[in-house]
């Protein structure tokens, strides 16, 4: 592959993995860097306490601290995420924090665009609505539905919002016999209990495989490839269009920009952290400050990145 880049992705979770896919098949030539490791589906394992009590997938918050800050009896303290103990949700490797996550794929309901207009404001609160409408995002849910394979059943129920399709692409996972119980349990109390959205292939399909119902799935990675996390539903097909190249191991430490603010080029670290980094620079870089990925266009490097050491 060129090393000459339209587009450069940071991060390739739920975020970066869909404009990664997208931009490629456009016809777009995407890098995405990311900083964990490209781990593929015979690398997971189900060890409770690698998943989900050490950094196996997470990142080392030791290497990595951001600043919690926290009310204690009105006051705001701030602590590092290291010294806190606290476990968070996130993931660092190829496909991000979607290789982890459960699955659950909810879309937003209508009235969660109109919060303000509907439900009017908060005390304290600064509540507004969003500048575009459910109808807007309808077709895309609609997309990724069929793109990561949800599987689900639509059922009759007061608050199903609109689908332009009459069902999901998949039928739902097989569900616990524990469920019927808890569905049971609903009605009786005057809940309206309905099958939930996942986004685990029920059967193989998509060139993966279907669950494996190894009852080990929020937390850890899928080891059949039933699971729609970034990589195996997006980032493989991107980088099978050969418009799209992964770095693993590749993090960014730095946007330099020029005096207007437009991001001219992209440090990063690859490998080892006691390596030297490098430095993706366009040849006429022009891109709005702040973002972490930008379409051909509206400014991103369409020269030539070059990698140097740095
Ligand atoms: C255990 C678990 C269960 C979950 N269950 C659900 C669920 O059922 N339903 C649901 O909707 N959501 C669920 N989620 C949440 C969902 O996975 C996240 O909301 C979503 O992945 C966030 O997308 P993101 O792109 O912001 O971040 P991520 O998906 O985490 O992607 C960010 C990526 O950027 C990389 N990165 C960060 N900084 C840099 C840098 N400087 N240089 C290079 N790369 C970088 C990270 O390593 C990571 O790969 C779950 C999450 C977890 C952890």
Not at 63 to 69: A, F, G, I, S
Not at 193 to 212: K, T, W
Request: charged letters at 20%; glycine letters at 10%; one cysteine or more.
């Amino acid at each position: 592959m060129s090393t000459d880049f339209d587009v450069c992705v940071i991060g390739s979770g739920a975020g970066g993995g869909p404009v990664a896919l997208t931009l490629a098949e456009a016809g777009y030539s995407v890098v995405v860097l990311e900083k964990g490791p490209w781990l593929r589906e015979t690398d997971f394992c189900k060890d409770e306490i690698a998943a989900t009590r050490r950094s196996t997938y997470t990142p080392n918050l030791r290497d990595e601290r951001h600043v919690l800050e926290q009310q204690d009896n009105g006051v705001w303290q701030a602590e590092s995420t290291f010294s806190s103990g606290w476990d968070f949700w996130n993931g660092n490797l190829v496909g991000g924090a979607t290789n982890l996550m459960s699955g659950f794929f909810h879309r937003m309901k209508p009235v969660d665009f109109r919060l303000r207009s509907d439900l009017g404001p908060v005390e304290g609160g600064n509540v507004v609505d969003w500048p575009i409408q459910y109808a807007d995002l309808e077709p895309y849910y609609d997309r990724v539905e069929r793109r990561v394979g949800v599987s689900g059943r639509v059922v009759p129920h007061p608050h199903q919002e609109p689908r332009s399709s009459p069902d999901f692409p998949y039928p739902p996972t097989v569900e616990h016999p524990v469920a019927a119980h808890i569905d049971r349990a609903c009605r009786d109390l005057g809940y309206q209990p309905l099958p939930v959205a996942r986004a685990i292939l029920p059967f193989a399909a998509l060139g993966r495989d279907g669950c494996a119902y190894t009852d080990f799935c929020g937390s850890y990675g899928c080891s059949t490839g039933a699971k729609g996390s970034s990589r195996a539903a997006l980032l493989d097909q991107a980088v099978r269009t050969g418009r799209c190249e992964v770095r693993p191991r590749s993090m960014v430490t730095r946007l330099l920009s020029d005096q207007q603010g437009r991001v001219e080029a992209v440090e990063y670290r690859s490998g080892a952290a006691s390596m030297p980094g490098s430095t993706l620079s366009p040849a006429s870089p022009s891109r709005a400050p702040g973002c972490c990925c930008c379409p051909p266009g509206q400014g991103t490097p369409a020269g030539s990145p070059t990698a140097s050491g740095r």
